[in-house]
Nanobody
Framework: VLQLLQSGGGSVQAGGSLRLSCAGS???????MAWFRQAPGKEREGVAL???????VYADSVKGRFTISKDKDKETLYLEMNSLNPEDTAMYYC?????????????????WGQGTQVTVSS
């Protein structure tokens, strides 16, 4: 069973930056890895994904500000978040799709991290 352990996040002022990390056994299978977020009272939404061969997809709301990457040697997924604004405030989750479907929809993902809070103040 793939286990995903998240770290990073926290509180930052608007315009600031944060980096999220997600450790797991990324090089054992051909996973698509992704980040999702969920704000209070809202549905979970896809933020970014990276496929097994490095294809990246971003939500329009984060394009040009967020960067997803993975380090296979360290078995870690990252989300670098820049130019943060209060609308980015949410619980962030990493996820893995063992079928490598390259889709940014939560229903395709089999494994989930525990979540980490990101709070951006104005």
């Amino acid at each position: 069973v793939l286990q995903l352990l998240q770290s990073g996040g926290g509180s930052v002022q608007a315009g600031g930056s944060l980096r999220l990390s997600c450790a797991g056994s990324l090089n054992r299978r051909f996973y698509t890895m992704a980040w999702f977020r969920q704000a209070p009272g809202k549905e979970r939404e896809g933020v970014a994904l990276i496929s097994a061969n490095g294809i990246t997809v971003y939500a329009d709301s984060v394009k040009g500000r967020f960067t997803i990457s993975k380090d296979k040697d360290k078995e870690t997924l990252y989300l670098e978040m820049n130019s943060l604004n209060p609308e980015d405030t949410a619980m962030y989750y990493c996820a893995a799709d063992a079928e490598n479907r390259v889709r940014l929809e939560s229903r395709w993902y089999d494994y989930w991290g525990q979540g980490t809070q990101v709070t951006v103040s104005s």
